[in-house]
């Protein structure tokens, strides 16, 4: 029997309204997900911790799997502690806990009283809270402020606003809007090496003069990443000292025709641990039990994505609709794009798709007539009580309406301006990037799409599945030939934090 038998791998994905828990183990010759269960998130009062929602996803997870995950204290039973090194085969993970599993057939003994653990390595991913929320300002809106906008949301975050010095928005006015957003960080991008000063300065000043506070971590500095000119990181500093936490990067744009966003995005995942999760209630015992840090679960998402799209033919697009968030990923080869509409989903943001497609295009889609105030009293509802379900099929209805407006919209947003997961330097002309009489290159073509993939609880949960095969349809309108998939179970940022730790598992 080879170590690899022994592994079982298990992931969790704290989501903004579901904890979802996989278990991957070996079976019959392979890796194989041997269950999986949810339950909802509980980060907020009255329990304020998410490892209520994370013992009671696994909870179900082990009567499902006849495993004990947990102890009798409530405590994640892991053979792996946080900090284990990651590995390229499986059987260098598994030689860790090969004495603490001695084979398959003796998964049960822990029922008995065997101190031997079923779990070889935790894992986790996480949107709770909203994610990762992010304030990006830059100089120029089409360049600086673009390319920052481009690394935060590369780093699986969402940008809750964009500031530019070149705004038509007065200084008072973007004082305001500072200081309406609780970010978890800000991204401070401006100037090329050796380039404008005075400019990114003031943009500094603002933030100083906003006096903003995280969103967690009463009484604690705002992380601030500086991502500009280079020769400016002392002034940068000096006007910041005492009002926020900042730490400097190399330059996302070095020169007017380079983009450079991979440094900025390593430090956003730097201080997404650091500052982020080490304040959001209960991540703190969540990270501790990990053999990885925790990856915000669109950054993980899309390198399962990159590693799908690296072993097969064409373009791959994913649609992840999830509560408050739609996310929409391309990915060609090791090219992996990614936009994310903050304000377009199921639960949450459901008004928001409403009042962005318009009532006439929601009722589309519904089969019957329904008073317009009867529909706008079930979206206030859903609003209200994010994790209820359909209770009846003009519910179910009404929700698969609002997901085809949602899916459109986020498409649309992708289709315009898509952003590579990569981060690596890059050229690209001045008058490509101001282009106002086009797409931009880059821009997603549906006809060259071999392989569409719908995630997410509204599809997932849809009664039948041809209902979630006519929600693609008719909110993507596919060309050519074009393969339906869908991730029912939700597996796809599972399988990408999972890669960082057993790839070959991962990819089975």
Not at 21 to 33: K, P, Q, S
Not at 300 to 316: D, M, N, P
């Amino acid at each position: 029997m080879s170590d690899a038998s022994a592994a079982r791998y298990l992931i969790i994905d704290v989501g903004s309204t579901t904890s979802k828990a996989i278990l991957i183990g070996w079976r019959d010759g392979r890796f194989r997900l041997i269950g999986r269960a949810e339950a909802p998130t509980t980060v907020e009062p009255p329990v304020a911790d998410v490892m209520g929602g994370v013992r009671a996803a696994l909870t179900a997870l082990g009567q499902q799997t006849d495993l004990v995950l947990l102890d009798d204290n409530g405590d994640i039973r892991v053979a792996t502690a946080a900090g284990t090194e990651a590995t390229d085969t499986v059987t260098k993970v598994t030689d860790t806990v090969a004495d603490a599993t001695d084979n398959v057939a003796d998964r049960n003994d822990a029922e008995d009283g065997d101190t031997a653990q079923p779990v070889s390595a935790l894992l986790a991913t996480s949107s709770a809270a909203g994610g990762l929320q992010m304030l990006v300002m830059g100089l120029v809106r089409e360049m600086t402020a673009a390319s920052a906008e481009q690394a935060a949301l590369g780093a699986g975050a969402i940008v809750s606003d964009v500031i530019a010095f070149d705004d038509a928005a007065s200084p008072a006015d973007q004082l305001a809007r500072l200081r309406r957003i609780r970010p978890d960080m800000v991204l401070l991008a401006g100037g090329t090496d050796g380039g404008a000063r005075s400019q990114v300065v003031a943009l500094a000043e603002l933030i100083a003069a906003a006096e903003i506070g995280p969103r967690h971590g009463a009484g604690e500095l705002l992380p601030v990443i500086f991502a500009g000119n280079r020769r400016l990181r002392r002034a940068i500093l000096a006007t910041l000292a005492h009002k926020v936490s900042v730490s400097c990067v190399d330059n996302i744009r070095p020169s007017l025709e380079v983009e450079n966003l991979r440094p900025a995005r390593e430090r956003i995942h730097e201080v997404f641990l650091e500052h982020v999760m080490a304040h959001a209630p209960g991540y703190a015992a969540l990270q501790e039990l990990c053999a990885a840090p925790v990856l915000p679960t669109p950054a993980a998402c899309g390198l399962a994505l990159g590693e799908l799209a690296a072993r097969s033919q064409g373009l791959i697009v994913a649609i992840d609709l999830g509560g408050a968030t739609t996310d929409v990923f391309s990915a060609r080869g090791d090219d992996v794009r990614r936009t994310v509409s903050a304000n377009l989903g199921l639960s949450y943001s459901i008004g928001n798709v409403c009042y962005a497609a318009g009532w006439e295009r929601i009722v589309r889609w519904l089969p019957f007539t329904l008073p317009r105030a009867d529909l706008r009293n079930r979206i206030r509802n859903k609003m209200f009580r994010p994790t209820t379900v359909p209770a009846s099929e003009q519910d179910v209805w009404i929700e698969q309406a609002v997901a085809r407006e949602a899916v459109r919209l986020a498409l649309v947003q992708h289709r315009t301006t898509p952003v590579r997961l990569s981060g690596a330097r890059r050229e690209q002309t001045i008058a490509a990037r101001l282009r106002p009489d086009a797409l931009p290159d880059e821009s997603l073509d549906l006809a060259e799409v071999s392989l569409l993939i719908g995630s997410g609880g509204g599809m997932a949960h849809a009664p039948r599945r041809v209902q979630t095969a006519a929600l693609l349809v008719d909110a993507c309108r596919p060309e050519g030939v074009t393969a339906l998939a869908m991730d029912a179970e939700f597996l796809l940022p599972h399988l990408g934090q999972l890669g960082n730790v057993a790839p070959v598992a991962a990819a089975e």
